[in-house]
Each structure stands twice: as C-alpha cells, then as structure tokens.
T-cell receptor
Framework: DVKVTQSSRYLVKRTGEKVFLECVQD?????MFWYRQDPGLGLRLIYF???????EKGDIPEGYSVSREKKERFSLILESASTNQTSMYLC????????????FGPGTRLTVT | GENVEQHPSTLSVQEGDSAVIKCTYS??????FPWYKQELGKRPQLIID?????GEKKDQRIAVTLNKTAKHFSLHITETQPEDSAVYFC????????????FGKGTHLIIQP
C-alpha cells in the first residue's frame, strides 16, 4: 500500500518567515510533485522532481523552491512567506514511466499571517 | 502549456440518478486523463483514468469517455449513492502519471436523498 506522508496537517507562519514543507513516500517512487489547492482554482503544479537532486518548475513556481536530497523525501521551501501563499499544499508521488498513477499525501494547510 | 476546463462547478442530482461531468483540454499532445475524487478533508484519490488510445473505459458504476478530435472527456456516474458526494477533478498530462498533471477547477457533486 502506497503511503505518502506530509510533516504537518496545519501550519501557521508569519509573513517573511522561511517555511519548510516536507513530504515522504515509502514506495521507492522516482517522481515527486508539489501542488497547491485553492477553492475554485483546483490543483496547480508548483515543482516536480524525477530523481534525486533534480527539479523542474511547474506552472506556478514563483516564491517557492524545492530540495530533493534523498529519493523518498521532497521538500517545498517558501523563502519568505507571504499572505498570498496561504493555501493547502499537496504532495504526490509516482513510479517512473507513463503507466502509473500519482498518489497524494494528506496535505498541509498553511496559513501565513 | 495545457489548459483544462471543467463543467459544471456544482452538480446536484437525486440519489439513483446519473451524473455527468465534462472537461476539455487544449494540448493535443496530452494522452493521459485521470479523474480524482476528493472527499471533505481528505486527499484526492484516483477513481478512473483513460489514455488516448482508448475511447471509453468502465469500472462498475463509473465510466469515462474520450473524444480526442474534439479534445474533451467526460466522467459518468450511474445509480448515484450518498457516498458519491465529493469534489471531482479531471486532469491531463503528456506522460501519464510521470508528468505534472494539469487539473480542472473541480466539480462539487451533491447527491440529494
């Protein structure tokens, strides 16, 4: 059974703080993804990674960076949090190749005040 | 980049009736079209997907149809039940689950008893 976990379910941070969101998967998946989910906007891709130390920009990378030092862990970094980054953040992972689905983590609801 | 439009944003049907949710996409190179169901407070979960070499796929009460020429695909749920109440998202990608998904904005399906 695939398990994707995220470090926090709820997080409250102040404007200007550096924020780390962590995602861990236990199924040896090569691909990992970060999305943000906002009401009425669906899920939007921030960054993704096909392998350790590799990263690709998604549709809305501005204000974010990522780190993938180990295969099972993918971190999303908000260098200087702003109120417009208040959102639900969802991590996902999948096996390499086109035949496999993406599995999502439970999400982290981040509030920036 | 890809753009996915989803309609309607809210759909209310009587229990036992059918529900249809429609999506259109813009990138003719997209070849993978998953549907995710998200219950309140839970993570998105894949319920069915279709690839561009197939026109229709069924799984019990759920079916998905794809028209590549018109660039649209639809989710059909028959004999709806209370547990079908959720938000449904369509998505598209060029390389299956190995690529970042472009999501529609979601449809809130309400099953009326």
């Amino acid at each position: 059974d695939v398990k994707v976990t995220q470090s926090s379910r709820y997080l409250v941070k102040r404007t200007g703080e550096k924020v780390f969101l962590e995602c861990v998967q236990d199924m040896d998946h090569e691909n990992m993804f970060w999305y943000r989910q906002d009401p009425g906007l669906g899920l939007r891709l921030i960054y993704f990674s096909y392998d350790v130390k590799m990263k690709e920009k998604g549709d809305i990378p501005e204000g974010y960076s990522v780190s993938r030092e180990k295969k099972e862990r993918f971190s999303l970094i908000l260098e200087s949090a702003s109120t417009n980054q208040t959102s639900m953040y969802l991590c996902a992972s999948s096996l390499a190749g086109q035949d496999y689905e993406q599995y999502f983590g439970p999400g982290t609801r981040l509030t920036v005040t | 980049g890809e753009n996915v439009e989803q309609h309607p944003s809210t759909l209310s049907v009587q229990e036992g009736d059918s529900a249809v949710i429609k999506c259109t996409y813009s990138d003719s190179a997209s070849n993978y079209f998953p549907w995710y169901k998200q219950e309140l407070g839970k993570r998105p979960q894949l319920i069915i997907d279709i690839r561009s070499n197939v026109g229709e796929k069924k799984d019990q009460r759920i079916a998905v149809t794809l028209n590549k020429t018109a660039k649209h695909f639809s989710l059909h749920i028959t004999e709806t039940q209370p547990e079908d109440s959720a938000v449904y998202f369509c998505a598209a990608s060029r390389r299956g689950g190995a690529d970042g998904l472009t999501f529609g904005k979601g449809t809130h399906l309400i099953i009326q008893p």
